[in-house]
Structures are given as structure tokens and as C-alpha cells.
């Protein structure tokens, strides 16, 4: 498994020679790629279906017991043959939408590092490899968004998704970091099998309200919502597998993989249900204001989010056997319209409902799939949507939590979204022929089949539940609620309350459709306030990043070199002095044994550092500064460091002579700063020379660890046959090191050589001899 995921890398890496080979044909080529991984999870249906656990472990940082270990239960297969059956076909799909487009192979790089970025993250067992799969789907779907890149509109809209998801990662990320304290181990396997440790621990509020933000907004739950639906400027290849299969069922993943673990508390309950049930009727609502018609499968997806998100919230045995169930019956028919969505674009020339009309005769199949389609996602029978809706109804009044305020959003959600699917469906099809900017025909069949397949699995799976409930959605359910449970599905329930549900919902969302638009007209009365809402927020916090960003760059990156010098000090001072004093409150014990000439040396150190800093000439600071460097090299000598104190000699020396030969070509020091402002330098470098006093004193009198000087005095003679200890450490033990710093100083010495012979430009047009000539003159 870790070859196959980390193979898709290399693939994506070699598109662009394979485009050279295969040119057109690309796309389908690459398609093999998930294909081929399809068929292998496939195989591994029956083993998942006997309640095995599949398991690849490869050592990823043992020191630090880590290890990038993939897991294949029930929900990650589900998942996994998703991302691999709908990506074949959005590769296959892509051949035939954006055939001829100049940038088609960036776009096979990225949607290939996207595909196998998800699959990494639902096969992933271990934290921090979910977490690093997480940030890759986040920055790949940032290019697949912005993949228009000369398009102003799909920039903004990358970066809107981009800050989001990543403001969530990090949240991610402090809550992942707490759950693998609190649980003791980073495996999702073994959290998940402790039972109600993790529950009772102290640490289970942070860190689910952290787990819960990144997930809300990888998943677009409410107030993230809007990020999702202006990430619709992407191509619809693309669109088609963000909504579908990856990206924004990452956090309805991580949510289902921590169920067993995390959920049934009254928290996880309060908090899901009610952000899963705004979520759902928001969606809903947002739909049926818009006329672009992916704008319109985009707030459909955040309705089915949103259901999906409340589903895991309720957390009963239906309630999690409900969610499983509209996973699939969401990914199948909302892959097919949004491939129809893109079909009609490619083949009209507008995104526009309203432009659209009686396209079914020049697009028969076409107008099919989206019938078949649009009819699983209303919920209406014989389609698996309708099985799906069925369930969802029998759980949300089953409720105990919040049961009116779910149900009244639900049912709400549900008749607006069957409008949402008659417009998509019958709007662009039936009714009076409308002019398109292009001549409408049918699509190619590499268009076509992606769909049409999806949409009759749809079918398929409707007139016979059982292929799909006695086989991988019971294993997957199993998964989520953590115990061996049988799904049992069928299309006929009786005549029960969640069918007449149904049925109502069918007659008003009929009704939403036929008056649909005076209930747009109607509805563009809340357009003010609909301007003031989370993405007017995310708008005025990124003005506000404008304005503290032009703040601090005017104040602290204003060109000049000392005040860059002071906020690194300051910074230093306040971070290790608070840490120093305020948290550790350091004994420092010393004895004042000094002898007479140690004071003159450090007198002459100090007598040259304050010359170095009040000279008005160059050439006395660098003097100052090489006395103060003479004094070092004596100061070794007199602690017996002869060797050390030859070094700090010959390269004070050297570093005087350079400087000299420098700084004499600058101009006389000027007087740039006011008294207070010298002041305050004063004050600064004080403070940073008192701090590193009181940490060289206060590290003198801790021994936590046993000293390395043993060892090197032991080993010196034997080991490196030197008896020269230094010598030895920097040539034997430390010796990459030292080749090191030995090339850093070869660059300096290159560049001071640079700057010596750097001469004045020749004058244009006038050859060097003929400039001295004159000079000379």
C-alpha cells in the first residue's frame, strides 16, 4: 500500500514526459493508475466483509516511534474505492473537457498528487501522517482551484480555500498533538480501541474543540461554509472530485474515524447536531438563490455535508448506518452532476440555468443522466437517494438531542434541495429551446461515461440495496461505530412517517421549483444581509491582515539594520528572559576568585567594547574590536588553551586586516539617531548583556546530563590517536563540521576578495584606455 500511494507521486512527477509520449491520450492513460488501485481494493472486499483489519507498516522515524502505517478497515475502504473509481473516471472525463487546454499537464500533476494526498489520508493510521496527507490535499486543491491561474476571480478563491483549511490545519494539528498525549500512543487503531479513556480525560475539551475546527473547515461546515461554493472557479473535472470524493469529505472522514473513540459525549452530540443541522438547511437555502448551476450543486454539497456532519452527531446504530449510506448514495450521484454541470458548460457556453432550455433533444443522453441523477439526490424512489433520505428521516425522529430543531431543518433541507435537483434536471432540458452561445450537441463518450456509469450505480443500487448494504456498508458502519453490526436496506419500508416525509417533501420542493423564480426575486430582499455574513467576516479579517501587515512593515522592516538588530534582540530578551526569570527562577552560585592580571585583561575587554561603540571613526572601532579580540586569545592562554588562544589570535588578526581594508573606503560615520534614541540602544544592549550573564551562570550550575569531556579525554589517544583533545574534536569527532565552517569561511574570504577588486563601471561607450588617457590629461 505505501508503494502504490507513494508511487502516485512519482507518476505525477513523470506527467509531463508521459504527455510527450502520449499527447492527447494522456488522461486516459493516467486513469490506469486508479483503475488498477480500484481493482486491488476490490479484492480486498471480502476480506474487510469477515471483520479483518488490514495492516502495512513501514518504518518512518523509529527514534521517535513513528511509522507510516496504512490501514484498511470497512470506512477507509469505502473511502478508498471512492477516490479511486471516481478519480478513473474524472481522469478519463478531464481527456475530454479539457482537450487542447494549454496547461492540461500541469493539470495531470496536480489532480494525480491530490488523488493519492486523499488516499494517503484515509488509509493513514498513524497522526502525523494523517496530518501531513491533510496539508497535501489542502495545498493541491489551493492549484486545482487557482488552476486558471490568469483568472482574478479562481486566485481569490484559491487563496480564500487555502486560508481556511490551513487556519483549521493548525488547529488540527494542536488537537492531534493532544490526543496522542492524552491517549498515550499516535495510532488511530489503538486510540480508538481504549473505550472511555480518551472521554474522561482532562484534555478532551481542547482537544476535540480542535479536532472539531479543522474538520468543520476542511468539510465547509457552518460559519466555513462559503470558502466551498467560491471554489466552484476551479475546472469541473475538478469540482467534480473536490465534492464527491476527496477534499471536503476529509473531515467527515476524520469525524467517522474518531466516532468510537471521541463521540457520545454531550458534547460531541450538542456540537455536531446543531452545526450538522445549520449546515444542512443553509446549504439548502443558498441553493435555490443562485442560477450558476454549480453554485447550485456546490450549496447542495455543503446541505449533504452538513446532513452527514448531524448524522454523526445523533451517533445511534441507525444514525451511523444512515451516514454510511448517504456517503455512497451522495458521492455517486453528485460526481454525475457535476460531470453534467460540466458537460453543459463545455457544450453551451454558459453556466447560467436560466439560459438554458430544451436542450433534450440535441442532448438525449446527457438529459438522462442528469434525469437519474437529479433523482437520487432529491431522494426520490427507486433511487439509492431515496433509500438514503428514507434512513435520515428514521434517525433525525429518533433523536434524543435537539430532536424538534433537527428535524424542522432537516425537513426544510429537504424539500429545498428537491428543488435544487428539478432545476438541475429540467430546467436545461425541457421547456421552450433557448439560444446558447454555442450550438448544443451531445458530449463525447469520454464525457459521458463517467456519469452515466455513476448514475446507474445510483439506480442499480436502489432496485437492489442489498449488493451494497450486506457487503461494503456494513463493514464500513461497523467501522464507524466500532463494533460488528449488519446493514440491512430496502427500497420498501411501509407506509411510515419518514415516507410521508418524503412524499410531502417531493410536493414542496415541486412547488419551490415551478416558483422558482419569484422566490429568487423574493429572496434577493435578504441580499444586505446576506453581504454581512461569514465571508464578509473572512473579508474584514483579511483587510485587517492588510493593515497589521503594512503596520509592522512600516515600523519593523523599515531598511535600516539596527532597528532589524533591536526587535531580534528584544525578541530574545523578552522570550528567554521570561522563561529564565519568571518560569525557572535561576540560583546562580559563584565565588569572586580573581587575580590581579585577569582584571587587567577583562578591563582592556571592556575598555575596548565601549571605545568600539562610542568611536566616530571606523578605523578606532575596528582597532577597539581587535583589542577586544586580543583579550579573548590572552584569556585562553592564561586557562591553559594555548591552541584555542593561538586560533582566536590569528583569526582576529585576519579579520582586522579585512576589515581595514574594507571600511576605510566608507564614508565617516553620521549621526542618524537622536541622544534618546542612543539611549535606548544603551538600554537594549544591557539588558541582552545582563540575559546572557545570567544564562551562562545559571547553565554553570546545572549538570543534568553526565559531561562528553570524559569521553573525549578517554578516547582521544586510542580512537583518533591525537593527544591534541581540541585538535582532535574538530578534525576527528567533529570533522563534517568543521569542513563546514572551514567552506563558510572560504565564501566569506571569496566575497571580501570581491568587494577589493570591485571597480567603478566603464563609461558607455568609451573603452577603459581612453578613460585613463583623459584621466591622466
Excluded at 512593515?553 to 523599515?558: A, E, G, K, P, V
Excluded at 577597539?624 to 591553559?640: E, H, N, P, Q
Amino acid at each position: 500500500m505505501q508503494f502504490a500511494v507513494l508511487s502516485g507521486f512519482v507518476l505525477a512527477a513523470f506527467a509531463p514526459l508521459l504527455h510527450r509520449w502520449f499527447g492527447g491520450s494522456t488522461s486516459f492513460v493516467l486513469a490506469a493508475f486508479p483503475a488498477v488501485l480500484a481493482l486491488w481494493f476490490l479484492g480486498q472486499v471480502p476480506a474487510i466483509m469477515d471483520g479483518e483489519v488490514l495492516g502495512f507498516a513501514l518504518e518512518w522515524v523509529p527514534s521517535l516511534g513513528m511509522s507510516l502505517t496504512f490501514v484498511v478497515d470497512g470506512l477507509s475502504l469505502l473511502f478508498a474505492l471512492l477516490i479511486t473509481v471516481i478519480g478513473t473516471f474524472v481522469l478519463i472525463y478531464a481527456g475530454g473537457y479539457l482537450k487542447g487546454h494549454p496547461d492540461l499537464v500541469r493539470f495531470h500533476v496536480v489532480i494525480l498528487a491530490f488523488m493519492v494526498s486523499m488516499l494517503g489520508l484515509v488509509l493513514a493510521d498513524g497522526l502525523v501522517t494523517l496530518f501531513v496527507f491533510w496539508e497535501l490535499t489542502s495545498i493541491t486543491s489551493y492549484l486545482l482551484i487557482g488552476f486558471s491561474h490568469a483568472d482574478l476571480e479562481a486566485r481569490k478563491s484559491a487563496r480564500q480555500g487555502l486560508f481556511v483549511t490551513f487556519a483549521g490545519g493548525l488547529a488540527l494539528m494542536a488537537g492531534l498533538v493532544m490526543l496522542g498525549i492524552a491517549g498515550g500512543s499516535w495510532s488511530l487503531v489503538e486510540l480508538n480501541g481504549m473505550g472511555d479513556a480518551l472521554r474522561e480525560h482532562d484534555l478532551y475539551t481542547p482537544l476535540l474543540i480542535c479536532i472539531l475546527l479543522g474538520a468543520f473547515t476542511k468539510s465547509a461546515q457552518f460559519p466555513f461554509h462559503f470558502w466551498l461554493p467560491n471554489a466552484m472557479a476551479a475546472p469541473t473535472p475538478v469540482s467534480a472530485y473536490l465534492h464527491s470524493a476527496t477534499m471536503v469529505k476529509a473531515g467527515i472522514y476524520l469525524l467517522a474515524r474518531l466516532q468510537p473513540s471521541l463521540g457520545g459525549t454531550e458534547m460531541w452530540v450538542g456540537i455536531l447536531s446543531v452545526v450538522g443541522a445549520l449546515t444542512m438547511f443553509t446549504g439548502a437555502f443558498l441553493a435555490i438563490r443562485h442560477t450558476n448551476i454549480k453554485k447550485l450543486l456546490a450549496y447542495s454539497t455543503v446541505m449533504a455535508l452538513g446532513t452527514l456532519t448531524m448524522l454523526l452527531g445523533i451517533g445511534t446504530e441507525g444514525a451511523l448506518i444512515a451516514f454510511v449510506t448517504f456517503l455512497l448514495a451522495h458521492s455517486l450521484y453528485k460526481g454525475a452532476l457535476f460531470m453534467v454541470a460540466g458537460i453543459l458548460d463545455h457544450e453551451t457556453g454558459t453556466k447560467d440555468v436560466t439560459a438554458m432550455g430544451g436542450l433534450r433533444p440535441l442532448m438525449p443522453v446527457t438529459a438522462l443522466v442528469a434525469l437519474v441523477a437529479a433523482l437520487s439526490l432529491a431522494g426520490a424512489p427507486p433511487l439509492f437517494g431515496f433509500i438514503a433520505k428514507e434512513l435520515m428521516f428514521e434517525t433525525i425522529l429518533g433523536a434524543e438531542a435537539y430532536r424538534w430543531l433537527v428535524v424542522l431543518l432537516a425537513f426544510a433541507a429537504a424539500f429545498l434541495t428537491i428543488a435544487v435537483a428539478a432545476i438541475v434536471a429540467l430546467r436545461p432540458f425541457f421547456g421552450e429551446r433557448r439560444p446558447t452561445p454555442r450550438v448544443a450537441h451531445e458530449a463525447p463518450v469520454s464525457m459521458l461515461v463517467g456519469p452515466a456509469v455513476l448514475a446507474l450505480l445510483s439506480l442499480l443500487l436502489g432496485l437492489l440495496p442489498v449488493l451494497a448494504g450486506m457487503g461494503l456498508l456494513t463493514a464500513a458502519a461497523s467501522a464507524v461505530i466500532g463494533e460488528q453490526v449488519t446493514v440491512t436496506l430496502a427500497l420498501w419500508h411501509g407506509i411510515n412517517l419518514p415516507l410521508v416525509m418524503s412524499l410531502v417533501s417531493l410536493a414542496l420542493g415541486y412547488m419551490v421549483f415551478r416558483r422558482w423564480d419569484q422566490v429568487r426575486a423574493r429572496l434577493a430582499r435578504l441580499d444586505p444581509l446576506m453581504a454581512r455574513g461569514p465571508e464578509a467576516g473572512y473579508e474584514a479579517l483579511m483587510d485587517w491582515v492588510a493593515v497589521v501587515s503594512g503596520w509592522q512593515t512600516r515600523i519593523l522592516q523599515n531598511g535600516y539594520m539596527r532597528n532589524y538588530i533591536m526587535v531580534t534582540i528584544l525578541t530574545l530578551i523578552a522570550l528567554v528572559g521570561n522563561s529564565l526569570l519568571l518560569r525557572h527562577a535561576p540560583e546562580i552560585v559563584f565565588r569572586l576568585d580573581v587575580r590581579f592580571h585577569e582584571v587587567v585583561v577583562v578591563g582592556l575587554m571592556v575598555m575596548g567594547a565601549l571605545f568600539a561603540a562610542i568611536s566616530r571613526s571606523r578605523l578606532g572601532a575596528v582597532v577597539s574590536v581587535g583589542i577586544m579580540g586580543f583579550s579573548i586569545a590572552l584569556t585562553f592562554i592564561l586557562f591553559s588553551a594555548p591552541d584555542l588562544g593561538i586560533t582566536q589570535l590569528l583569526v582576529e588578526t585576519l579579520t582586522v586586516i579585512l576589515l581595514v581594508l574594507v571600511l576605510f573606503r566608507l564614508p565617516r560615520f553620521a549621526s542618524l539617531s537622536t541622544p534618546l534614541e542612543r539611549v535606548r540602544d544603551v538600554m537594549v544592549a544591557g539588558s541582552v548583556g545582563v540575559l546572557i550573564t545570567l544564562l551562562i551562570l545559571t547553565a554553570w550550575g546545572i549538570d543534568q546530563f553526565v559531561p562528553i569531556s570524559g569521553y573525549m579525554v578517554e578516547n582521544s589517544v586510542p580512537l583518533a590517536h591525537g593527544r591534541n583533545i581540541v585538535n582532535v574534536i574538530l578534525v576527528d569527532y567533529r570533522a563534517l563540521d568543521t569542513l563546514g565552517e572551514i567552506f563558510v569561511l572560504a565564501l566569506a574570504a571569496i566575497g571580501v576578495i570581491a568587494m577589493l577588486k570591485l571597480r567603478a563601471a566603464e563609461k558607455p561607450g568609451k573603452p577603459a584606455s581612453q578613460e585613463k588617457e583623459s584621466a591622466d590629461g
